[in-house]
């Protein structure tokens, strides 16, 4: 019969191990895994994540505030298929002039994450709690679209995306652009059809201004298909790329 006494060292190693293992994942979520869009989809969406908040950091330059209604929008559509609480700050701290040039995919991620170093406040918890969506208004030059069309959002890793707010020409179509980056966020792509929030607004823009109804908030039924079952189970694939809109 083994004694508790010689099994103590065993259990301490074992202890010590698991912490170690648990310590390493921490750190390649919060160090690793940020870098690419969808990522967080899991820690966002499963309703057994150790995080049960989603704090909205909303920081926007002088001349580009955001939409309060478009906000609403965005807290609702996450409340809604997340199940967890939803905080929204907005800061008006970013300087004019702060960017020079256009914003593309060669320069999205290094502008977003030195905004987020700089200006950031809320972080993600270590093992749990809060969780950020960082949202970035900015009055800048974006990329075109391959028919000429000026992109107006930009997600570029796991836990963040820019609005070009220039490009914005109605607070229901910038609750369309917020919902569809955040749609990136949860892991999801692109869509056809042309009632999704996740099809690309700018090559449908001309049929919604023709009276179609005005811009999409909401998925089409396949999208709400998979936010339901990325809710109730744990593994899938995301695409681990930056996406625009």
């Known amino acids: 019969m083994v004694s508790i006494k010689r099994l103590l060292p065993m259990l301490a190693a ?13 750190f390649y979520v919060h160090q ?37 209604a478009a906000l609403d929008g965005l807290e609702r559509m996450l409340e809604n298929y997340t199940g967890k609480r939803v905080e929204v700050f907005k800061y008006g701290d970013l300087p004019e002039g702060l960017v020079e040039g256009r914003v593309d995919d060669g320069n999205a991620s290094m502008i977003g994450t030195g905004i987020i170093e700089r200006y950031g406040r809320s972080r993600m918890g ?25 992109v ?13 707010k220039n490009y914005l020409d109605g ?10 980056e955040a749609g ?13 929030v996740m099809a690309s607004v700018l090559l449908e823009k001309r049929s919604w201004k023709r009276g179609s109804g005005g811009p999409p908030v909401d998925f089409c039924p396949m999208h709400q298909k998979e936010l ?3 809710r109730h189970g744990l593994f899938y694939i995301t695409n681990g790329r930056a996406d625009e809109f």
């Not at 107006?152 to 070009?164: E, K, N, P, Q, W």
């Not at 966020?185 to 999704?196: K, P, R, T, V």
């Open 152 to 164: 107006v959002g930009m997600s570029y890793r796991a836990d963040s995306f820019i609005i070009l």
């Open 184 to 196: 990136h966020l949860l892991g999801l792509e692109h869509c056809e059809d042309q009632g999704c």
């Open 126 to 150: 270590w093992l749990g709690g809060s969780i950020p969506i960082y949202i970035i208004y900015l009055n800048a030059q974006g990329p075109s679209s391959n028919d000429g069309e000026k």
């Open 14 to 26: 074992l202890l010590i191990a698991m912490m170690a293992a648990l310590a390493g994942f921490s």
């Open 32 to 68: 690793e895994a940020v870098k690419a869009t969808g990522a967080y989809a899991p820690l966002y969406l499963y309703e057994h994540s150790p995080y049960d908040e989603i704090v909205l950091e909303v920081h926007y330059q002088p001349d580009a505030a955001p939409s309060d």
């Open 171 to 180: 607070e229901r179509l910038e609750e369309t652009v917020l919902i569809h």
């Open 228 to 230: 339901e079952e990325r």
